[in-house]
């Protein structure tokens, strides 16, 4: 077990920030996370974060995954206090952090978000995983599913696909896997790209559009000039800034606002 003690970070906001579909709360408070075809658990204990794993594995992984090196205080910080809605946002969402996902992951988990929602998408990447991905057990005998590579979601029939709950995004979810395995799109490629050339990149994509992109940029490539929009983003941007959110204030920084905003008006809403 690893203890780390670290600001603004919380393990519920992340979960419910609509960034990632595999990490989910028990009863017990602690949290179980599905990643890199791993399975970690994970607690809040006060002012420190548990993390039920080796040395090793943590330096090697999951550090970097929840993005532990990165000064979020000093981001918040940056806010302009000026700006009273935008502070609030990231006050109150300043436990999210924006993961380091895997990208072909990110794709096909995007690819269902669309007019979907967070619940939703859970059932539908674990029907999918269940259904084409390894089954793996931790040493505790714990039964995990790894995500389905692009071979395996390339050959399935879009009877099965549809069997996944995936409706009409089962078609996007079979051309680009193919296209991914095919070599239309090369994803080694694309994560060594610059935002704008790994955007217009995703594009490529069968069921990728601006939005989706944008998603697949922030939480798998950690492109964090990308502002995905949504019609929570949207509607925060026609309310609060009819001018035009000020981007120019927040290069390199301003995917991680969007979060806070998305997180704020989600919360809100209910």
């Known amino acids: 077990m690893i203890k780390v003690k670290t600001d603004n970070f919380s393990l519920t906001q992340i979960s419910e920030s609509g960034q990632c579909f595999r990490l989910r709360q028990f009863e017990n408070g ?3 996370l599905t990643a890199f075809g791993r399975y970690l658990e994970a607690q809040e204990q006060k002012e420190e974060i548990c993390f039920f794993c080796t040395r090793e594995e943590f330096d090697g992984i999951w550090k970097r995954y929840f993005d532990l090196d990165r000064d979020y205080g000093a981001m918040i910080g940056c806010v302009d206090e000026k700006d009273n809605y935008l502070c609030q946002a990231a006050a109150y969402g300043s436990g999210i952090r924006i993961l380091r996902q895997d990208l072909w992951e990110m794709i096909i988990s995007f690819i269902i978000s669309q007019q979907n929602n967070i619940k939703r998408i859970r059932k ?6 269940q259904k084409y991905g390894e089954e793996k057990r931790t040493k505790e005998g714990i039964l995990y599913y790894a995500f389905p590579e692009p071979e395996k979601l ?5 009877e099965d696909l549809f069997a996944c709950n995936l409706g009409y995004r089962s078609r996007y979810i079979q051309k680009t896997a193919q296209s991914i395995v095919n070599g239309e799109v090369n994803l080694k490629a694309v994560q060594n790209m610059e935002y ?5 990149e995703l594009l490529k994509l069968c069921g990728v559009g601006e ?3 944008d998603c697949i940029c922030l939480f798998a490539l950690h492109k964090l000039d990308a502002f995905p929009r949504d019609t929570h983003i949207n509607k925060v941007l026609s309310e ?5 959110f000020p981007f120019e204030k927040y290069q390199g920084t301003a995917g991680v606002l969007q979060q806070y905003i998305f997180y704020y008006d989600l919360k809100n809403q209910k």
């Open 211 to 213: 939005k989706v992109a």
């Open 240 to 244: 609060r800034y009819p001018k035009g």
């Open 154 to 158: 390339a050959q399935a029939s879009m």
């Open 30 to 32: 602690r949290y179980g």
């Open 124 to 129: 539908c990447i674990d029907y999918l995983c």
């Open 196 to 200: 704008d050339e790994a955007k217009a």
